[in-house]
Structure formats: C-alpha cells, structure tokens
C-alpha cells in the first residue's frame, strides 16, 4: 500500500465550481505540504501544516484553502475554479530531511 | 525570498558522466536537496547537502558551495532509466522547500 495517497487522481471541472483535493498518508508524520507544478516552474508551495493545529500560507496561497482533519489527513479545496489552476496538484509528507511525495492529482479547469 | 536556477535540458550518451548545476540566491538556508522525476510521476528523493562538499550516493553524487550558492548533481554511468527531470530544491530554516524549474535529462542510447 502507497503510504501517501491522493484522491482524485484526474479531475476535470468547470469554471466557478468548489473542488476538494484530499491526501491521506501512513507515515506518521507532522509535517504535510500541498504543491502545485506547472510545465517550466517547477514545484510551488501552495500551503503547509506542521501538525493538526497548525497551517500556513506558502507562495501561492490565493484562491486556495486547506483543512487537516487529523495528523494523517490533509485537504485542499479550490472555492471558485478558475482556469489558470488547472495544474498537477502534490501532496507531500515531511520527516527529518526528506519528503515523500504522493502520486499527484491531475486537475483541469474548464 | 529564494530564487533558484538550472539548465531546461540536458543530452547525454549512456554510459556517460553528467553534471547538472543548480546555483540559488536565498534570505535562508537550511540544506539544498535533489530529486527525481520522472514524466507523471511524483518527485522521489536523491540527495541531501547541508554542509560544503561532495556526498556520494552510489551512482549518484552531490555538491554543495554555500560561499557560491551553487550545487551540482553527478550522475554516473548513465542508464536509459536516468532519463527524467532533476529537481534543485532549497530548505528554508522554516523547513520549507522552494523548487527550481527542473532539469530534464534525456539519455540516448
């Protein structure tokens, strides 16, 4: 079993509608990222959290939000999709000085 | 803030020797690392530098000049597996990490 996982794994949708990108992972650790990357700019922060009650804006915050539900549990929403978000979504767990990256959610805003 | 650079592309022989470079400009440092990507797939760690020098890793080796800003990647004996865009990436002393574009490295055979 993939200890970080993402759901959905592709998602198209249209222009104004509420999506919800979720990361699940069972490494146990504190420390999630949400990234965003597009063809030329590499990895981009959108938000991290170092543990349940804790969340920060990272470059790119605007048009986004985040909820970790619990250690193992860390959520993206999108309230108002718009097209310049269509983009490949990561999940990211933190340990010491590595990241595991989860297999990425392909989104396309229409 | 954090500004990092490598090359787009990069061509190499299999068999051969690469060397990928990275230089950064950053307000924080906290470690420069490596990974891997290859196409639809999610980024997978290679490296970590925190100090000056050379870390080798097998195939794989890893320098770092934080006077310079710069790092660069080594990658011998190249496999046709190699092919796949090599992430630079700093670490802030807030434990985040800002990416570079990528690099991505085809190995013809």
């Known amino acids: 079993d993939a200890d970080v996982t993402q759901t959905p794994r592709n998602r198209i949708t249209k222009t104004g509608k509420r999506i919800m990108l979720e990361c699940s992972q069972t490494k146990g650790h504190d420390r999630m990222y949400w990234y965003r990357q597009d063809p030329g700019l590499g990895l981009r922060l959108i938000y991290y959290s170092f543990d349940v009650k804790d969340i920060n804006k990272g470059e790119i915050s605007d048009g986004y939000s985040v909820s970790r539900q619990a250690q193992a549990k860390f959520s993206l929403s999108l309230e108002s999709a718009i097209p310049n978000q269509t983009a490949l979504y990561f999940c990211?767990?933190?340990?010491?000085?590595?990241?595991?990256f989860g297999p990425g959610t392909r989104l396309t805003v229409l | 803030g954090q500004n990092i650079d490598q090359p787009t592309e990069m061509t190499a022989t299999e068999g051969a020797i690469v060397q990928i470079n990275c230089t950064y400009q950053?307000?924080?440092?906290?470690?420069l690392f490596w990974y891997q990507q290859h196409a639809g797939e999610a980024p997978t760690f290679l490296s970590y530098n925190v100090l000056d020098g050379l870390e080798e890793k097998g195939r794989f080796s890893s320098f770092l000049s934080r006077s310079k800003g710069y790092s660069y990647l080594l990658l011998k004996e190249l496999q046709m597996k190699d092919s796949a865009s090599y992430l630079c990436a700093v670490r802030d002393p807030g434990q985040n990490f800002v990416f570079g574009p990528g690099t991505r490295l085809s190995v013809l055979p």
């Open positions: 990211a767990t933190g340990m010491g000085n590595e990241q595991f």
């Open positions: 950053t307000s924080g440092f906290n470690g």
